[in-house]
């Protein structure tokens, strides 16, 4: 794959993205739905990741997250609020506000990719707020020690839950490469666990692991394009698989599965 053809996605990407936001900002699945946090963060990554965020879109997409309360967010809205931010330079919640939320939610999660999640969100919080002096290394340990409280218990592994692990527990994500490796299918794209149908949205979470752990071999790069490109679809979008069509998520999946293979592939 050349580079004059990865900026050709990317620059059609762009359109794709562009088309999908509101005038008043934020982003929304389609031209006629209101914006959501979920899709105004991906629509925001889309334009970042192909360099086209300009200053005159991020005041735009501020003053739409601006409308949202994100106390009452759930965890998993909460967690694409904050990268929406983050991507719009935008000062986050402090890490004291945000204390009793991420305790509130800790007490009541039964599941790994809750706590994963949570753990995610002080995860962006620390990162941004080391410059000030606020770390959340508390709150984050008492996190991870839910997690490994929970996993001996914890039998269904698929891709998404090693992704979201990953920052928590590379260590234990690291033990599961060979389940990663076993995901992927035949016709390049990866399942949520070994001998499941191929989809975007586990294969940029199967080649994100992999490409942590500098383990994205040849030949998996190589079937893993295969896959992608035969997601994308004449609007510049990417679907779920070759029938799908085209969304803000799968399409950000997209690009960013080409671009950490296309510098894989250069280095």
């Known amino acids: 794959m050349s580079f004059n053809f990865i900026e050709q996605i990317k620059r059609g990407a762009v359109r794709f993205a562009k088309k999908k936001e509101k005038e008043d900002g934020g ?13 105004t963060y991906f629509g925001l990554a889309i334009l970042d990741l192909c360099q086209a965020l300009d200053k005159n879109s991020k005041v735009k997409h501020l003053s739409y997250l601006a409308t949202i309360s994100w ?12 990268k929406a931010l983050s991507l719009l330079d935008e000062t986050m919640p402090n890490s004291k506000e945000l204390e009793g939320y991420l ?31 606020f770390p959340l290394k508390e709150i984050k340990e008492r996190i991870k020690q839910e997690i490994l409280r929970m996993l001996p218990k914890e039998e269904k592994i698929s891709l998404k839950l090693l992704f979201y692990l990953l920052p928590a527990l590379p ?27 191929s989809f975007m949205e586990n294969t940029y979470y199967g080649i994100n692991i992999l490409y942590y752990y500098n ?14 490109i035969s997601c994308l679809n004449g609007d510049f979008g990417f679907g779920r698989n070759s029938q799908g069509i085209s969304f803000l998520n799968t399409t950000f ?11 894989d592939r250069k280095t």
């Open 253 to 263: 999946y997209g690009l960013n599965i080409l671009s950490l293979l296309f510098e």
């Open 215 to 228: 383990r994205l071999e040849k030949e998996v790069s190589e079937k893993t394009i295969s896959f992608v």
């Open 27 to 39: 982003f929304g699945a389609t031209t006629l739905l209101p914006p959501t946090v979920e899709d």
């Open 103 to 133: 305790d509130k939610f800790m007490i009541k999660s039964t599941s790994l990719k809750r706590l994963a999640i949570l753990f995610n969100i002080a995860q962006t919080l620390d990162t941004a707020e080391q410059s000030n002096g």
């Open 171 to 197: 260590e234990f994500v690291e033990k599961n490469l060979n389940f990663v490796i076993a995901s992927q299918n035949p016709d390049g794209g990866f399942g949520f666990k070994p001998r499941t149908t």
């Open 71 to 82: 106390q009452d967010l759930l965890p998993e809205t909460l967690l694409y609020y904050l």
